[in-house]
């Protein structure tokens, strides 16, 4: 079965439980982020920690970044959104632009969109030629493996959501005056797209899924239980690389 095949079953948590499950997943995140920020423990930063997020339209990535962080020091997060590149940036290699928003040691950044764009809008809707979406899996998954390999912990988040809870959600929205500027005719004319998009997904997890980069494909449906995947998730990947490194996760508690 695909991996976005087999995150197609909804799964529902129930609003209590959900509610219970996200609140002691934001306090577990919010002890290892401070001892990545060396606030706890031997006072010593920790390595950096990216969290990217990459989804369809309507997917719940933003409902999943603000749980995610809500919790946390503004002060010590950065939350960075990637849209279509401008004229300038468009001058270098697609990576570039992403370089300046990566954390260093001891921060956290979680990436709205990233460098993914260039095998999937980019290569879906012309903007790339075939001959560089094509060579940009190897270039990023190298650039993910020189990231990883200085330190980074790297959790790469792909929201699913079904096509039809997608159409639910973009007639929500317009009928809704306060978020209908979230929809827009792009978003439509996307979705009638949505079986080269699949294509285009199912070849990025497939090449670009790394032992130290690997992607979590959340069933979001529920946004209740995606939500709280998100954050379970990425305490499981910080408290396994910690452990690996030697770091006393007691000092958390």
Request: charged fraction near 30%.
């Amino acid at each position: 079965m695909s991996r976005l095949g087999s995150a197609a079953a909804p799964v529902d948590l129930g609003r209590k439980k959900a509610a219970a499950r996200l609140e002691r997943a934001q306090q577990r995140l919010l002890r290892l982020r401070l001892l990545l920020g060396g606030q706890l423990g031997e006072h010593k930063i920790g390595p950096p920690l990216c969290v990217l997020f990459e989804g369809w339209d309507a997917s719940g990535k933003g409902g999943a970044i603000k749980r995610l962080v809500a919790p946390l020091d503004p002060r010590h997060v950065r939350v960075s959104q990637f849209a279509a590149p401008t004229y300038d940036e468009k001058r270098h290699h697609f990576l570039q632009r992403f370089w300046a928003v990566l954390p260093g040691w001891g921060g956290m950044t979680v990436l709205d969109r990233s460098w993914y764009g260039r095998v999937l809008v980019e290569r879906v809707e012309g903007y790339a030629s075939e001959e560089q979406w094509s060579r940009a899996y190897e270039e990023i998954v190298e650039f993910e493996r020189t990231l990883t390999a200085e330190g980074m912990i790297l959790v790469k988040f792909w929201m699913h959501v079904s096509d039809a809870e997608q159409l639910e959600r973009f007639r929500s929205r317009a009928r809704d005056p306060l978020r209908a500027w979230k929809l827009t005719d792009e978003d439509w004319r996307n979705r009638e797209r949505r079986a080269d998009y699949e294509a285009a997904v199912e070849q990025m997890l497939a090449r670009t899924d790394k032992p130290r980069a690997g992607w979590h494909v959340v069933p979001g449906d529920d946004k209740q239980y995606a939500r709280v995947a998100v954050v379970e998730q990425v305490c499981r990947t910080v408290e396994r690389e910690l452990t690996e490194r030697g770091y006393d996760l007691h000092d958390a508690d």
